[in-house]
């Protein structure tokens, strides 16, 4: 005969841990996100030699210079 007992870690009390794990980090991940676009969207950039940009190159990321922040 198998003992069940409701709030053993297969039960209720698992389903909770869990899912307040994975709203934790939900939360955390969405915190981070939000703070990286907040640090993006503030830096302004000035490209250099555009004549040089191609559609699909990796050297692209070199032709833009991070000049100042927003006040």
Same mark, same amino acid.
């Given at each position: ?18 899912? #307040?794990?994975?709203?934790? /980090?939900?939360?955390?991940?969405? !915190?981070?996100? =939000?703070?990286?676009?907040?640090? +993006?969207? #503030?830096?302004?950039?000035? /490209?250099?030699?555009?004549?040089? !940009?191609?559609? =699909?190159?990796?050297?692209?990321? +070199? ?9």
């Amino acid at each position: 005969m198998n003992k069940r007992n409701i709030f053993s870690l297969h039960g209720i009390s698992g389903m909770l841990i869990a899912t #307040t794990l994975l709203l934790s /980090i939900l939360v955390g991940l969405t !915190i981070w996100a =939000i703070d990286a676009q907040r640090e +993006s969207a #503030t830096k302004f950039y000035k /490209i250099e030699n555009i004549q040089d !940009i191609k559609m =699909i190159n990796k050297n692209n990321a +070199s032709h833009y210079k991070i000049i100042g922040e927003k006040q």
